[in-house]
């Protein structure tokens, strides 16, 4: 719950503590922030307008997270983590879904879904009862108090090194998930999808030197059989859907058997903050 998580967060504006009255978050400094009704608090500062994920698109997520096709990654998430209790922040949270196995892993955890998307807010303030979901912009500053975080998920979304750096406490870990050259190799191809640069892994590793020391980084490959609705879905959820329409999805979708075998490839990266 919201409730939950405000001792971490502090106001954008002028970075004083929060509390919760009613239905909406405040600071003694006067500044108000309403609560939606379906559980979140959007911490943008001043009228920012507000992008990332359509509802169509996170809708697509929801249905192929859900269904438990990358659930060799939510394992792999959770194992990275570690036992650390604390807070748990998910920088790009999406609709809360590794962040709530991350928080089933550790009964003395809260967690802070840090998202962008209104309609991703909507479903992460209701994935798990221990999770607080915040609206803020992942390349901006985020209203997370400095040195509060024990652990960070970077899964498949924007980092912010700077930031990182600043809300992780010292000893915390950050993980990051990130998808190899050979990630959804056979989809690539067939339906014309964004690549991933083959130096990925070590750019990531400079973007985070010096704050962070490299801990551990493992390959997951792992098969996935999937309908062509799973397909869309699965397209329709990431940066691919902005750019095939849906009309040309749905035409070469179409001409690939059923079920469509294609492999996962990802690396799950811990890093200690220095």
């Known amino acids: 719950m919201l409730a939950d998580v405000l001792p971490y967060l502090v106001c954008p504006h002028c970075g004083a503590d929060l509390s919760l009255g009613g239905s909406a978050v405040r600071c003694a400094s006067g500044h108000v922030f309403d609560v939606a009704r379906q559980g979140y608090v959007n911490l943008l500062p001043g009228k920012a307008s507000v992008h990332g994920d359509s509802a169509e698109m996170v809708a697509a997520r929801a249905a192929f997270l ?45 967690g802070l879904a840090l998202e962008i998307s209104k309609p991703a807010l909507r479903r992460a303030a209701r994935a798990h009862p221990r999770l607080g979901a915040v609206g803020c912009d992942a390349w901006g500053a985020l209203p997370v108090r400095s040195g509060a975080i024990s652990v960070a998920l970077n899964v498949f979304a924007p980092r912010n090194p700077a930031e990182l750096e600043r809300i992780i406490a010292p000893g915390g870990v950050l993980v990051v998930v990130a998808p190899t050259v050979d990630h959804l190799a056979g989809l690539v191809s067939e339906l014309g999808l964004l690549t991933v640069a083959p130096d990925k892994a070590q750019r990531l590793a400079d973007q985070l030197a ?24 699965l397209v329709g959820m990431g940066p691919s859907a902005w750019h095939i329409g849906v009309e040309a999805l749905g035409e070469r979708v179409a001409a690939l ?15 200690r903050r220095a």
Do not use: N, W
Not at 66 to 95: E, K, N, Q, S, Y
Not at 257 to 271: D, G, Q
């Open 257 to 271: 058997p059923e079920p469509v075998r294609t492999t996962a490839s990802v690396v799950v990266t811990a890093f």
């Open 66 to 110: 859900d269904a438990g096709h990358f659930a060799p990654i939510m394992r792999a998430v959770a194992a990275a983590a570690g036992d650390r209790d604390g807070c748990v922040a998910d920088l790009g949270a999406g609709t809360g879904h590794y962040l709530a196995g991350v928080l089933d892993a550790g009964p003395k955890r809260v």
């Open 210 to 233: 010096p704050g962070f020391e490299l801990s551990t980084q493992d390959d997951y490959d792992f098969e996935l059989a999937l309908s062509h609705e799973d397909v869309r879905s």
